[in-house]
């Protein structure tokens, strides 16, 4: 009887690891073909003709309509650089380099995928329509309350995620060698 309840505890911790770490696989994916820079992460398999498995598994997870790997790449945040959460109580100020593109788009969602720029305003941040740096570094600040120079104005309340999407770009062709750049998201302060 002893030997029937080890071999049941066992099991239930090994069906409880396996399905944790396939949860952090299809969620997260940080160890398992997601690309992680900063607080931003890609899956730079989605475009491909034959991605790895947990790629596949995040894009039927995620039910999403998926740039080919021609068209672009879409990196999403879901904390700060500091690790905290994207509040929609906060202001936060997204600084630094893109990586070379032909256009980019910068959105702020809920959890539902659902846009939460405010009414009436434009829906994304435009790589076309920003005011930049001599270097060519982006200052961008995103919250609720006004903000100088490039300003995405949001609505709502509770956490939220960033989806930087970069079309017509190489940044994966030499991805892994150091010289990955995306701009920092730092909270400026929260109401």
């Known amino acids: 009887m002893r030997f029937v309840i080890h071999l049941l505890l066992l099991v239930t911790v090994a069906l409880g690891i396996g399905f944790g770490l396939s949860y952090y696989a299809l969620t997260d994916g940080r160890l398992f073909g997601a690309a992680v820079v900063g607080p931003w992460i890609a899956w730079p398999d ?3 003709a034959a991605p790895n498995p947990y790629t596949r598994g995040h894009l039927t997870r995620t039910a999403g309509l998926q740039l080919g790997l021609s068209e672009g790449l879409q990196f999403t945040a879901t904390t700060d ?3 905290d959460t994207l509040s929609l109580a906060c202001t936060y100020r997204i600084a630094g380099k893109t990586p070379l593109a032909t256009f980019w788009t ?3 969602l809920d959890a539902d995928g659902v846009n939460l720029a405010r009414p009436g305003e434009d829906a994304a941040m435009r790589s076309n329509a920003i005011a930049r740096a001599h270097d060519g570094a982006i200052l961008i600040y995103v919250g609720k309350q006004l903000a100088p120079q490039n300003w995405l104005e949001l609505t ?3 956490n939220f995620r960033l989806v930087l999407t970069l ?3 190489a940044v994966f062709s030499g991805f892994g060698t150091g010289g990955e750049t995306m701009p920092s998201i730092q909270r400026e302060g929260c109401a």
């Open 167 to 169: 079309y017509d770009t």
């Open 106 to 108: 910068l959105v702020a």
């Open 156 to 158: 709502g309340t509770g």
């Open 81 to 83: 650089s500091a690790g």
């Open 46 to 48: 989605v475009g491909t």
